[in-house]
């Protein structure tokens, strides 16, 4: 167990829809950067868990990339969640149209440990990503576990390994990949 609960991040991720004329409007939530193509957004908010809408990337130096960060269009997202035996997670998967010249985290895990992860802290995906050695913590403006929104909860998955699994699949820091 790695404990980076008082490190901040080295790569900081906001996500913001797309404004007029390709800026990046309000951030509507933090992630991680998962792979040069991948970012992770745990707890995510209804806005951003819809594929129809247009997205923007910031990514610099955390917890919040300002002026000087890099800027990279989503191609798609997906949705990972879970609803079984007190852990209840979900995580927006976004696709980067372009790879970030930012490196990913140099964390490692494997789809078990993850699993293992996942149910000690009860969907808790901050804790999660740190204890497996993502240097992050929790962005003061992300939702305490369990207070957010569980508009997810219809895709949610019964199974913490089917959950695992569609986070590990897109991480370079979880061999073996899918």
Same mark, same amino acid.
């Given at each position: 167990?790695? @404990?980076?609960?008082?490190?901040?991040?080295?790569?900081?991720?906001?996500?913001?829809?797309?404004?007029?004329?390709?800026?990046?409007? *309000?951030?509507?939530?933090?992630?991680?950067?998962?792979?040069?193509?991948?970012?992770?957004? *745990?707890?995510?908010?209804?806005?951003?868990? @819809?594929?129809?809408?247009?997205?923007?990337?910031?990514?610099?130096?955390? *917890?919040?990339?300002?002026?000087?960060?890099?800027?990279?269009?989503?191609?798609? /997202?997906?949705?990972?969640?879970?609803?079984? @035996?007190?852990?209840?997670?979900?995580?927006?998967?976004?696709?980067?149209?372009?790879?970030?010249?930012?490196?990913?985290?140099?964390?490692?895990?494997?789809?078990?440990?993850?699993?293992?992860?996942?149910?000690?802290?009860?969907? @808790?995906?901050?804790?999660?990503?740190?204890?497996?050695?993502?240097?992050?913590?929790?962005?003061?403006?992300?939702?305490?576990?369990?207070?957010?929104?569980?508009?997810?909860?219809?895709?949610?998955?019964?199974?913490?390994?089917?959950?695992?699994?569609?986070?590990?699949?897109?991480? /370079?820091?979880?061999?073996?990949?899918?």
């Amino acid at each position: 167990m790695n @404990d980076h609960s008082t490190q901040s991040p080295a790569v900081g991720a906001t996500v913001h829809l797309i404004g007029p004329g390709g800026t990046a409007g *309000p951030a509507l939530a933090h992630g991680i950067l998962a792979g040069p193509r991948s970012v992770l957004v *745990p707890d995510p908010p209804r806005t951003v868990g @819809d594929p129809w809408q247009r997205y923007l990337v910031r990514l610099g130096l955390a *917890p919040d990339p300002g002026d000087g960060a890099e800027a990279l269009r989503v191609a798609g /997202v997906s949705l990972a969640a879970v609803a079984v @035996d007190g852990v209840r997670a979900a995580v927006a998967v976004l696709s980067l149209a372009s790879p970030s010249a930012q490196a990913p985290a140099a964390a490692s895990t494997t789809a078990d440990g993850l699993v293992d992860s996942v149910r000690r802290h009860g969907g @808790d995906l901050w804790a999660v990503f740190a204890e497996l050695g993502y240097p992050v913590t929790r962005p003061p403006s992300a939702p305490a576990p369990g207070s957010g929104d569980d508009w997810w909860t219809g895709f949610a998955a019964s199974d913490v390994s089917v959950f695992a699994a569609g986070i590990c699949c897109i991480s /370079v820091n979880c061999p073996p990949r899918c």
